[in-house]
């Protein structure tokens, strides 16, 4: 019997998830369909609760709907829990399981693909929403020297801060107040959607060796530009869809598939 899985999000027009999780069943022969659910907005539950009846195995989640997700779990894994949002769910047993891969993803992404070593190095977080609450404990995980998180509202920041210092070390600071010397500035707003970027000080990339966009597919963004121009390289969001697709299936199906292919088809040139 074939299968199921999905992806759960509103809208899901442009969703790459079906693309990559096709290719990554290639890869193993697997026998699996996944498939893009465009839930309603104040129908998710009884959506999710009918796919599990019709077979699914377990579902993505993208927006709006990942604290939502979170919600509906009967149990959550650690990264899922702290950001209090899941991006990932898998049903087994009677049970609805979360977890988040986002954080675990980028950190990936960051030091296998880009080969940057994190070890010691200062991290600058642009935005304290739902990314940058999952990414910044992984990253204290892999050994970085400090986080940095730079938002409009710093009470925001604080909140994550409260909830990740025993973790490591974390900073906090409003847009035109951040200062310092970072390795990897990171831009975790979605600024670069409308064509906008966060308001950091041009200095924030001074001996920057990495600026990071977490959004996908929009070229050289306004953020990247900035940063390209003072000599960091530049990334988006690509590698870091593909490679937390990567870790879902890994946990679904036990295999963990190659990402560098799918990467590469999926790779808009930042020019």
């Known amino acids: 019997m074939t299968d199921r899985y999905a992806v759960f999000g509103n809208p899901l027009s442009h969703t790459k998830s079906p693309f990559i999780h ?7 022969g697997d026998d699996m369909s996944y498939t893009a659910i465009e839930a309603p907005r104040d129908g998710f539950a009884d959506s999710v609760h ?5 077979g699914g195995r377990g579902i ?15 149990e959550a894994r650690d990264a899922a829990a702290i950001c209090g949002a899941s991006n990932c769910l898998k049903f087994e047993d009677g049970k609805i399981i979360a977890e988040n891969f986002d954080g675990v993803g980028l950190v990936r992404d960051i030091s296998e693909n880009l080969g940057h070593d994190l070890t010691g190095k200062r991290i600058l ?26 938002n409009r509202t710093v ?18 600071t409003s847009y035109d107040a951040a200062s310092g010397s970072f390795d990897i500035v990171l831009n975790s707003t979605t600024t670069s959607l409308t064509g906008n970027k966060p308001p950091l000080p041009p200095s924030v990339f001074d001996g920057a060796a990495l600026a990071y966009d977490l959004v996908y597919g929009k070229g050289l963004t306004p953020f990247l530009a900035d940063a390209k121009a003072q000599g960091a390289e530049v990334a988006d ?16 199906r036990g295999q963990r598939p190659d ?3 799918v990467i590469e088809e999926m790779t808009i040139p930042l020019t």
């Open 125 to 150: 977080f642009a935005g304290a929403g739902g990314a940058t609450r999952g990414a910044v404990a992984p990253f204290l995980a892999a050994g970085v020297h400090s986080v940095t998180i730079a």
């Open 155 to 172: 009470a925001k920041a604080d909140a994550i801060r409260g909830l990740l210092s025993d973790r490591g070390t974390i900073h906090t």
């Open 22 to 28: 096709t290719a990554f069943a290639r890869q193993f």
């Open 237 to 252: 969001g690509v590698g870091m869809l593909v490679e937390q697709a990567a870790e879902a299936y890994l946990w679904w």
């Open 259 to 261: 990402t560098a292919q």
């Open 60 to 74: 993505n989640v993208t927006v709006p709907f990942k604290i939502e997700a979170f919600a509906l779990a009967t």
């Open 50 to 54: 009918r796919f599990i009846g019709e």
